[in-house]
Antibody, heavy 121, light 107 residues
Framework: QLQLQESGPGLVKPSETLSLTCTVSGGSISSYNYYWGWIRQSPGKGLEWLGSIYHTGSTYDNPSLMSRVTVSVDTSKNQISLRLRSVTAADTAVYYC?????????????WGQGTRVTVSS | DIQMTQSPSSLSASVGDRVNITCRTSQTVTTYLNWYQQKPGKAPKLLIFPASTLQSGVPSRFSGSGSGTSFILTISGLQPEDSATYYCQQSYSSPWTFGHGTKVEIK
């Protein structure tokens, strides 16, 4: 059974870079026909998709955040990473790692439990 | 970006009731519309895709319909465990976008 687990600091200072890691268990990232990526949820903006990456490096990006967001994959560690630069209080949210399936018409099939990140000095 | 509008934002219904949640999109998404259920403190869970196919393991009291710009999630025979927030999501055009949710409470 595929499992995703997010990890990273729960508190980030304004203007700094938020870095999160998603560790995948239950199989190799390279063996699944999924894109792997990040979604965040905040009271103000609801659910917001940030970006997704295939194990080959092919990406889907959200233009509204593209200049600040980098999603990367490390197949040797079976991990996906998120970097969000120049954070503000508006980036305070629960961040989820999730699979994105093109084959099932674009669904987010598997989710991590989420990690809460607060942006504050 | 495709804008998603869900209605109502919340509802309260009794066990056994039939509940309808509507999702409208700002432009056609054909049938590329998915539904999720989220319970407090948990990640969203896929229920229906695209528009009307039930995800494996989801009770048959859940159903989805619609195409184009208007979609409905129906719960036929509401159960206590259906108390949750429900979200629609379009996968027709990137960036993938979600509705703001409908909170379903049991009377």
């Amino acid at each position: 059974q595929l499992q995703l687990q997010e990890s990273g600091p729960g508190l980030v200072k304004p203007s700094e870079t938020l870095s999160l890691t998603c560790t995948v268990s239950g199989g190799s990232i390279s063996s699944y026909n999924y894109y792997w990526g990040w979604i965040r949820q905040s009271p103000g903006k609801g659910l917001e998709w940030l970006g997704s990456i295939y194990h080959t490096g092919s990406t889907y990006d959200n233009p509204s955040l593209m200049s600040r967001v980098t999603v990367s994959v490390d197949t040797s560690k079976n991990q996906i990473s998120l970097r969000l630069r120049s954070v503000t209080a508006a980036d305070t949210a629960v961040y989820y790692c999730a699979t994105f399936s093109i084959l099932s018409s674009g669904t987010f099939d598997y989710w991590g439990q989420g990690t809460r990140v607060t942006v504050s000095s | 970006d495709i804008q998603m509008t869900q209605s109502p934002s919340s509802l309260s219904a009794s066990v056994g009731d039939r509940v309808n949640i509507t999702c409208r999109t700002s432009q056609t998404v054909t049938t590329y519309l998915n539904w999720y259920q989220q319970k407090p403190g948990k990640a969203p869970k896929l229920l229906i895709f695209p528009a009307s196919t039930l995800q494996s393991g989801v009770p048959s009291r859940f159903s989805g319909s619609g195409s184009g710009t208007s979609f409905i999630l129906t719960i036929s025979g509401l159960q206590p465990e259906d108390s949750a927030t429900y979200y629609c999501q379009q996968s027709y055009s990137s960036p993938w976008t979600f509705g703001h949710g409908t909170k379903v409470e049991i009377k």
